[in-house]
């Protein structure tokens, strides 16, 4: 009995020491404009939002969400608002995002055309810095895909869910 009590007391006391997630996201948005051209540019027109959810139950369903920075969930419909938008970073483009807990959905959109992804970061207590990029391809429509841990819609099928 007492080293049940005991172990219980390390495991409890390990659980309060136990480093806090503090990191720093950030997230390069590129645009490439033409097919054939595979150069990129920086996407100078976006915003971001991160809040508090996972991918498994949460998602953003609409382009108006996205620039709202709103997740619902797939099975009861609620939503939820993020109060963490994603600050303009560096060179003016960048997104910055400080998270302190997780899981944790990045959302990104594009002011002036109907573009929008959003994924669930992986980020680790103890890593300072991580960057990822999204790049927006100018030339689709119309269209809903996956682009790395991104998924990713365009246009129309903006309310297309992808797995």
């Not at 996201?25 to 508090?52: F, M, N």
Request: aromatic share 12%; glycine share 8%.
């Amino acid at each position: 009995m007492k080293r049940v009590l005991i172990c219980f007391g390390v495991l409890l006391l390990a659980g309060c020491i136990a480093p806090k997630l503090d990191a720093e996201y950030i997230v390069r948005p590129w645009v490439q404009h033409t097919e054939a051209d595979r150069s990129v540019d920086s996407l100078k027109t976006i915003i971001g939002w991160a809040i508090e959810a996972d991918t498994t139950h949460w998602g953003v369903v609409s382009y108006e969400d996205a620039i709202g920075g709103k997740v619902t969930n797939f099975q009861s419909g609620e939503t939820r608002t993020s109060e963490v938008e994603g600050i303009k970073y560096g060179d003016g483009w960048s997104l910055n995002y400080h998270f302190k807990k997780k899981p944790v959905i990045v959302i990104v959109a594009d002011t002036t055309r109907e573009f929008y992804a959003y994924h669930e970061a992986v980020v680790y207590g103890g890593t300072p810095r991580t960057i990822i990029s999204i790049v927006k391809q100018e030339f689709l429509a119309d269209t809903t895909m996956r682009q790395g841990v991104w998924k990713v819609f365009y246009g129309a099928a903006i309310t297309d869910e992808i797995q």
